[in-house]
């Protein structure tokens, strides 16, 4: 289905509107061989509340950004490549319903669809992009993945002392190896997770001794982290990002953007490649 569409007008017309809806926001994502798979809206689980959040699959990466105007205008856009990705479904709870995982080495989310069909449309076509890019690759699939942030609205105590009470001043804080809300205390200590970052990222006190122990214990792995890490360096200066800092800005004064009905995903497939024959 994908390779039909690599050279047609039509995938060309999509991904050049893509860009312009970015505009000088957003990369460049016109490269040879890049298919758009799909697109829709879908509401994903940010730090504060759940937020729409446009989405295009490509054939080698997923792209995402917020709606300033629905189909015409988006910003602050986050590109994920796909041989990172591991998806999980979720049960539906409560509000949350047709939710699935999304997985990477340096940031996790969950993201909602607005029905199951769509639900099952959107997770069956990335898992396809997936398969088929690490089988052309022939690279496997990324094994470790970070762990998803607990949503503020989730702890009005700290998740580590179960003492400390966050106010206005007794800010929340994120343990960035297991998602923890916790307070400053207890997440003042700082550990490498070279898959993240090249920098000691924060971490709570709990996973601090754990990584302290795994450290000493197996030393020899740092030599194969320190790679890792470079590897990662250079994924992050060529300028993608995978979402790490999915800002709240800008929410409310596009609030009635992104309260929008969103439309159904649209997916591409032979049919489409099919009007591009004379």
Known sequence: MVDRLVNSEANARRITMVES???????????????LVGEGVLTKMCRKKPKARQFF???????????????KKYNKQ?????????????????????????????????????????????????????????????????????????PDSEASVCMHCKKSQFTVLNRRHHCRKCGA??????SSKRFLLPSQSSKPLRVCLNCYDTLSRTRAQNN???????????????RNASGESSGE?????????NKSASETAPDQPKFYGLSDAAEEKP
């Open 21 to 35: 809806c970015f505009g000088s926001s957003g990369q460049p994502i016109g490269i040879p061989g890049r298919v």
């Open 57 to 71: 699959l490509f054939n080698d990466i997923l792209v995402y950004g917020n709606i300033l105007i629905n189909k």
């Open 78 to 150: 986050h590109i994920i490549p796909l041989e990172q990705v591991k998806l999980e479904s979720l049960e539906d709870d409560g509000q949350f319903r047709n939710g699935w995982l999304i997985r990477t080495a340096t940031k996790s989310f969950a993201v909602y669809a607005a029905t199951s069909t769509e639900k099952q449309e959107w997770m069956a076509h990335i898992n396809k992009c997936i398969e088929d890019l690490l089988r052309k690759s022939g690279k496997k699939a990324v094994e470790v993945h970070a762990a998803v942030w607990v």
């Open 181 to 186: 809300v916790v307070c400053g205390p207890c």
């Open 220 to 234: 020899v792995s740092s030599i194969s982290d320190n790679s890792f890490g470079k590897d990662q360096r250079e």
């Open 245 to 253: 800092e999915d800002s709240d800005e800008d929410d409310e004064a």
